[in-house]
């Protein structure tokens, strides 16, 4: 059976929330991120690791404001 660590965190960042976790696919690694305001989800990515995923989270809503 696969195991594997599950890590969730939640963050606010400009007035967005940005939320990641584990990717949902047990047999890849990475992890998932959002970004949302209220109740919608404005963007969904995926990366490698943890520390990228902030990043590219970040980076959004950078872009985007």
């Known amino acids: 059976m696969y195991e594997h ?6 963050l606010e960042y400009k007035g967005f929330s ?5 990717n949902p696919d047990q ?3 990475g992890y998932e991120y959002s970004v949302s305001r209220g109740t919608d989800i404005l963007e969904i990515g995926l ?3 943890f520390t990228n995923a902030v ?3 970040k ?3 950078d872009e985007n404001t």
């Open 27 to 29: 047999y890849s690694e």
């Open 55 to 57: 990043t590219s989270a």
């Open 5 to 10: 660590e599950v890590i969730e965190n939640e």
């Open 59 to 61: 980076s959004w809503v």
């Open 47 to 49: 990366e490698f690791s």
């Open 18 to 22: 940005i939320f990641i976790e584990d």
